[in-house]
């Protein structure tokens, strides 16, 4: 019954899910009209179209400035640490209040509630750079930062549990009273502020509306196209995400997308103390105050052979790209008395057993011509180790490059000395 | 007579020489009067004091101070550039002009002859950290930077080969006029310039005499002191020398000490574009201008190999710090009856031919309890594996963690899911 494991299998839930799925025909200049979401494309262009018209019609005042920058931070905090890392990753508890605070947070960056957000989310890790992949990473930059919302899902979504979801009464809520709250919270709030406040509805509109609402919609979706774009795959390079500085700067810390598709259910999306994740530090600062709890890490030790796997894997990518010594087992052999004869016509050398053509680098050599001249038909190892001079490791490396046999007899057993120090350590790959 | 080298003799010529050698005795509280050089210590401690004296009676005039810094860089560009780079190591060849131009810049250094100075230089490339070392870097901070010129030589110089720098004509001249040379252009043409000039005499004097002497004369010290103790060993461990930015900020680029001890005949020390190493761009600039030829450079592929041999090391060490899977020949054998026995008393699952107790784990699987306990005595390995859900490398290493077992007769091929992604590329040591 058990013997060698099926491995056909890789892929295998995806391949019937995809086939039993009937999705919809390619998008053509043609069916185009009829296969668009118009509104979801009013939304994503009104937006940045009335954000420049306010810019070139109405006064940017500081306090409205002020507004937007704060206004914005709120949105991304209920995006970063709740749609996502609270929702959709379950990475963290946290308390009722903290949880409405995302939620409405959440619901003024509008796009979508927590749990039509969660289940594309969970989806898409759990399907990354598969056709099952709600944004499709493996699309395009384009595709995966506006176009999948733009249009029908080509693909009906496939399963994820979102059983948890369904039974929290805060996600229920939001849910519930998505359009209200979305179009409250987004839009009518910012502006009531600036307007109320300070008697700044035009820019309470304009920029505390619309121009934050741009700037958080693409900071957000800079998650979905970016991150899996520009970057270092610094825990694995099985998929796409990328870790990158500038990600996460444009988006409170989640910019670290090769950590997070690794170890998703981390609080974290930055392991470094002084790398940029606000979003964490959110979250700490909540278990500080203990609206949050129970922050889950996954542990150090596999954080840290998922990194020297991807080191190591690096390293030997750069080592194959350069040539090394031809191993021992390859050089002919000759035997003393080929060696004796071969040397009158060119300078051979024998050190640890190996035979060397020592021509070219003769005149190279900064210990002289004249000391490896005398050792041409003989057996130089224990001046080159010492007895003359103990020659540094790069000349131990170089020495191998100029190898063209062994001698027989010579390597019955191979001495350390045989093995320049460029071959000590060797990377191998299980097969 | 040629079969496995003798390394025993490594280190052989040095032993011979320090037994033949007959060392001076310790310095200790009874013999020091007589075994201190005075002139070299009258020299060392007298610059810095008068500096010193020079500070708090002088007016530090702006121009003194730019004559100051100019004398200090034409000085130890002598030193870099010539002393050490052209005739301690050969490593590109100099016109007559540009020669003179340097042993003038040494000389005013006030650091011995370029015969005397490279003499000892060569010894200490040869003997590093042994015995035979002059400047002996194994001897501590202090030893190595000012200790080992106070005092006669503990032992004999051991023999290196200088007859390149006795054929030199500019060699000859310089150590012949040494004394005059290094009083002329070490004080009195820097203070006559300030005292001619801008009839500075006392600042010239003080300060582009003997404040800027001071500065020359530990900014070269480091070299020996602070080279071969503070950065990284980026080339070579076996050795002392170290690479760092400091050091090479005080000493025009001599600072990539450990790549300049394992490539001494590279007239770079660094290799980088981006590096600190402006006696290179020096040795470039007169090479563009023809008065230098014949640079060296020690051939690229071997430095490459040199680095990627310590990175490799040093990615080893991370690796054996912490621990990984244990091998598969190290776990107990079971048959599958008991298996489905003990998987009565704890939640045992099968995985690529391996017995894994996942009770920990349960609660913290990402997938649910559920999916674990409905595979507990069965075999998972195609659910594991794309069945249900494609589960990440980091998932993968982690199962590696739980094995307490190898199914008896599952593993007769070993096959790729058997191995987890974290030991697929394995560093082995030759031996
Ligand atoms: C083909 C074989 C050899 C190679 C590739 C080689 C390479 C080198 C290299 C790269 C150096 C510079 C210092 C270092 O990197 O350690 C050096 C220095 C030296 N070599 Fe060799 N060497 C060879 C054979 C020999 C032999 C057979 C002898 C002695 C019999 C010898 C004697 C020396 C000495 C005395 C120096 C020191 C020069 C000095 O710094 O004064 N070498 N060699
Ligand atoms: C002891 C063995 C197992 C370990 C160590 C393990 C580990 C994990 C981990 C770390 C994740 C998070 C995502 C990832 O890193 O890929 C995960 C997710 C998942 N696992 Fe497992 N797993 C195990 C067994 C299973 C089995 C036997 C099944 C199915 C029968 C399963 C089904 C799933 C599913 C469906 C998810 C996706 C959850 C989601 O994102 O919606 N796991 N597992
Ligand atoms: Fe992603
Ligand atoms: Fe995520
Ligand atoms: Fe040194
Ligand atoms: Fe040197």
Redesign the pocket.
């Known amino acids: 019954a058990v013997s060698v494991p099926d491995v056909g299998s890789a892929g295998a839930f995806i391949r019937a899910h995809l086939a039993a799925a009937s999705p919809l025909p390619p998008i053509t200049v043609r069916n185009w009209m009829k296969e668009v979401i118009w509104f979801n494309v009013f939304v994503v262009t009104a937006t940045p179209l009335l954000s420049i018209y306010g810019l070139c019609t109405t006064v940017f005042r500081p306090k409205t400035a002020m507004l937007c920058v704060a206004y914005y931070l709120w949105n991304m905090l209920g995006i970063t640490a709740g749609y996502h890392r609270l929702w959709s990753h379950r990475s963290y508890n946290a308390r009722l209040p903290l949880q409405y605070f995302l939620a409405v947070a959440g619901v003024g960056a509008v796009q979508g509630s927590i749990r039509w957000w969660s289940r594309h989310h ?1 989806a898409h ?2 399907y990354t750079d598969t056709d099952l992949d709600p944004y499709g990473a493996h699309l395009g930059l384009w595709w995966s930062h506006l176009g999948w919302m733009l249009v029908k899902p080509r693909i009906k979504l496939a399963p ?2 979102i059983k948890d979801l369904q039974n929290n009464v805060v996600v229920r809520w939001q849910h519930r009273w998505f359009f209200p709250l979305t179009f409250v919270f987004g839009l009518v709030l910012p502006a009531s502020i600036a307007g109320w406040f300070w008697d700044d509805w035009r820019g309470g509109i304009f920029f505390a509306g619309f121009l934050r609402l741009t700037c958080v919609h693409h900071s957000v979706f800079c998650v979905n196209s970016l991150a899996h774009w520009l970057g270092e795959t610094t825990f694995d390079d099985k998929h796409s995400p990328r870790d990158h500085l500038l990600t996460a700067i444009i988006t409170l810390g989640e910019g670290y997308h090769n950590f997070h598709h ?4 981390d609080y974290r999306n930055a392991v470094k103390w002084y790398q940029w994740d606000p979003t964490k530090w959110f979250i700490a600062f909540c278990s500080y105050t203990g609206l949050a709890s129970h922050l889950r890490k996954f542990p150090d030790v596999e954080i840290q052979r998922s990194l020297l796997t991807m080191q190591l894997k690096t390293l030997n990518e750069k080592r194959n790209s350069i040539p090394w010594p031809v191993p021992s087992d390859e050089l002919p052999v000759i035997n003393w008395q080929s060696f004796q004869s071969e040397a009158h016509q060119r300078p051979l050398v024998l050190i640890s057993g190996f035979i060397h053509d020592v021509g070219e680098f003769m005149d190279q050599h900064p210990g002289g011509r004249k000391l490896l001249e005398t050792h041409v038909g003989k057996d130089a190892t224990s001046s080159f180790f010492g007895g003359v001079y103990d020659h540094s490791n790069a000349a131990h490396n170089l020495l191998a490059t100029m190898r063209v046999g062994a001698l027989q007899g010579g390597l019955e057993l191979l001495h350390e000395t045989a093995v320049p120090p460029c071959s000590k350590l060797q990377i191998v790959r299980w097969s």
């Open positions: 969970r890790h759990r994820v549990d690794q170890f998703p259910m």
